[in-house]
């Protein structure tokens, strides 16, 4: 699983938008790579949780079984930059770009 900051999200997709055709699927993924299990360990703990997450390694993703690949991107992805623990700790609603913001 590799997560994506929505800044990063948006920059990629709109620079991939305005770029030239690329006549196939791009894909885009965050520049860290977690398990989902970790990744809500992670999300936990911000938030001030200790309980621990225990990952069934026979669970069923929407029916399926997974492995360790099989929600990452392909090896010629567009990574965005931002690290979890980056935006994660950003306040709700900021704004990375301050050419973003509206003008005063």
């Known amino acids: 699983f590799q997560p994506m900051a929505a800044d990063d999200v948006a920059t990629l997709v709109g620079s991939i938008a305005i770029g030239s055709p690329v ?15 970790e990744l809500v360990q992670r999300r936990l703990v911000h938030l001030g949780d200790l309980r621990q997450v225990i990952a069934d390694p026979n669970a069923l993703y929407s029916g399926a079984k997974i492995s360790e690949r099989t929600l990452l991107p392909g090896n010629d992805a567009r990574l965005g930059e931002t690290q979890f623990e980056t935006w994660v700790n950003q306040p709700t609603g900021q704004i990375r770009n301050a050419k973003s913001q509206p003008a005063a």
């Open 23 to 37: 006549n196939g699927t791009v894909e885009i993924g965050g520049p860290e790579q977690f398990r989902i299990d």
